[in-house]
Antibody
Framework: QVQLQESGPGLVKPSETLSLTCIVS?????????WGWIRQPPGKGLEWIGS???????YYKPSLMSRVTISIDTSKNQFSLKMTSVTATDTAVYYC???????????????WGQGTLVTVSS | SFELTQPPSVSVSPGQTASIICSGD??????ACWYQQKPGQSPVLVIF???KRPSGIPERFSGSNSGNTATLTITGAQAMDEADYYC??????????FGTGTKVTVL
């Protein structure tokens, strides 16, 4: 069965770059589906960040697009998130998830990763 | 930009029916999904493509979507259904959008 696991630093300084990796097991990332990132600030709602297909096709939330890059490494069966110039408002639990896309419409499907808390603080 | 709005909270008595509304401009023209999130856990998909249930999701969960409103209905709510629920839809300009979330209390 497919499993996703986020990894990366739990603490990032303001103005620096947040880097996370999602390791996928039980399913080839080179097959169908997009692979995405979602975040949730403490006590708040879910926010979609973006997603990528192994072909290189990607989507990003417009308001984050200037700071976010999602990449994919099929040789390691993992994908990554980089977010530059972070501030305290980027403090959140970051989830990775497989996304089903059809007719240009996508949604994260189960399972999601367990999530990793990233705190932006000096 | 495309936004989805939900009521902050909904209360339901055990065994009764709870309806959670998700509002967005011409939402009925897009597919709506619903996620359940319990404290400290990752979200779980309970409805996709407006009204389809993933394998393992109880039949008491159902969905509909028309006009500007999508609705998640829990028929015969149980204590285990107490959670936060989020709607989601895809917009061609905005990408993936989640609703503001609704806390369902079963009491």
């Amino acid at each position: 069965q497919v499993q996703l696991q986020e990894s990366g630093p739990g603490l990032v300084k303001p103005s620096e770059t947040l880097s996370l990796t999602c390791i996928v097991s039980g399913y080839s990332i080179s097959s169908a589906f997009y692979w995405g990132w979602i975040r949730q600030p403490p006590g708040k709602g879910l926010e979609w960040i973006g997603s990528i297909h192994h072909s290189g096709s990607s989507y990003y939330k417009p308001s984050l697009m200037s700071r976010v890059t999602i990449s994919i490494d099929t040789s390691k069966n993992q994908f990554s998130l980089k977010m530059t110039s972070v501030t305290a408002t980027d403090t959140a639990v970051y989830y990775c998830a497989r996304e089903y896309c059809s007719g240009g419409r996508c949604y994260p499907e189960d399972p999601w990763g367990q999530g990793t808390l990233v705190t932006v603080s000096s | 930009s495309f936004e989805l709005t939900q009521p902050p909270s909904v209360s339901v008595s055990p065994g009764q029916t709870a309806s959670i509304i998700c509002s967005g401009d011409q939402l009925g023209n897009k597919y709506a999904c619903w996620y359940q999130q319990k404290p400290g856990q990752s979200p779980v998909l309970v409805i996709f493509q407006d009204n389809k249930r993933p394998s393992g999701i109880p039949e008491r969960f159902s969905g509909s979507n028309s006009g500007n409103t999508a609705t998640l209905t829990i028929t015969g709510a149980q204590a285990m259904d107490e959670a936060d629920y989020y709607c989601q839809a895809w917009d061609s300009s905005t990408g993936g959008v989640f609703g503001t979330g609704t806390k369902v209390t079963v009491l």
